[in-house]
């Protein structure tokens, strides 16, 4: 029911933006892009120049401005704000608002740029981001239903190719979820995803852009990393497997469902 719906939404957005003469294209979601179909946006993003997203979910307030360095679609600013109160926040808040646990985003739209602030309860602006009029720089084919409908199918690995695929992939961490620097686990560390099995989960990681390894566990959860793994922390019925090596070192044609 829910890639039923998400296809449907997909088609709709792409069809709105291919059709849209508008100078902003603002897209409002609940959950942040990062949290899954992050080449679907990417594709979105670059296709129809996506210049800002206004999302939510996360019980915390995140500004990415254009170019910051752990912004997955470059060049579009990401806000999460998620800090409205009534709920329990991430982390526990600052007295005098020198936090992100709760608090506003006020934006300012001109025809050639918007101001996007990040405020505290307090008032306190954490940070400032300007974006510009970026425009669509992409002329591939359309991201209708979250996959390019140019590609081909993905041909079956061969025995090297499978082989070479394993290889890229650490020993698993059984019972346990990854963790990254000084034992940190944040949501910018990894994208979410949903996948029948471990096999899927590993081709998600090798289909999108950066992937330093994947996490699965029950209820087909599948976390893609784009941060460092560095370590990992019990987590029963949890898998955690840190890729060693790069994407890129197999060709494009390679399908790994069956590896």
């Given at each position: 029911w829910f890639e039923t719906l998400w296809r449907d939404q997909m088609l709709w957005l792409e069809k709105r933006l291919e059709d849209s003469k508008a100078t902003w294209q603002i897209i409002v979601t609940h959950f942040p892009p990062y949290w899954g179909g992050g080449r679907e946006w990417r594709c979105l993003t670059a296709r129809y120049g996506i210049d800002v997203f206004v999302t939510g979910h996360v019980?915390?307030?995140?500004?990415?401005?254009?170019?910051?360095?752990?912004?997955?679609?470059?060049?579009?600013?990401?806000?999460?704000?998620?800090?409205?109160?009534?709920?329990?926040?991430?982390?526990?808040?600052?007295?005098?608002?020198?936090?992100?646990?709760?608090?506003?985003?006020?934006?300012?739209?001109?025809?050639?740029?918007?101001k996007i602030e990040a405020l505290t309860h307090a008032g306190i602006v954490r940070k400032i981001a300007w974006q510009r009029p970026r425009g669509g720089t992409w002329s591939g084919p359309k991201c209708a239903s979250g996959k390019l409908q140019a590609q081909k199918?993905?041909?079956a690995p061969t025995a090297a190719i499978a082989a070479k695929a394993r290889r890229l992939f650490a020993d698993a961490t059984q019972g346990h979820e990854c963790r990254g620097p000084a034992g940190r686990r944040d949501v910018l560390d990894f994208e979410r995803h949903s996948a029948e099995s471990l096999e899927e989960c590993r081709q998600l990681c090798f289909e999108g852009g950066k992937c330093t390894g994947v996490e699965y566990g029950p209820g087909s959860m599948c976390n893609i990393w784009i941060s460092l793994i560095e370590g990992s922390a019990l987590a029963p019925g949890v898998v955690c497997i840190p890729l060693t090596g790069r994407n890129?070192?197999?060709?494009?044609?390679?399908?790994?469902?069956?590896?």
């Open positions: 019980h915390y307030q995140y500004l990415w401005a254009p170019m910051d360095g752990n912004n997955f679609v470059k060049g579009t600013s990401i806000l999460v704000s998620g800090g409205g109160g009534g709920i329990t926040s991430e982390r526990g808040p600052d007295l005098y608002g020198f936090d992100d646990q709760y608090g506003f985003m006020h934006m300012t739209l001109h025809k050639d740029g918007i199918p993905p041909t890129d070192e197999l060709p494009e044609s390679a399908s790994l469902m069956h590896v």
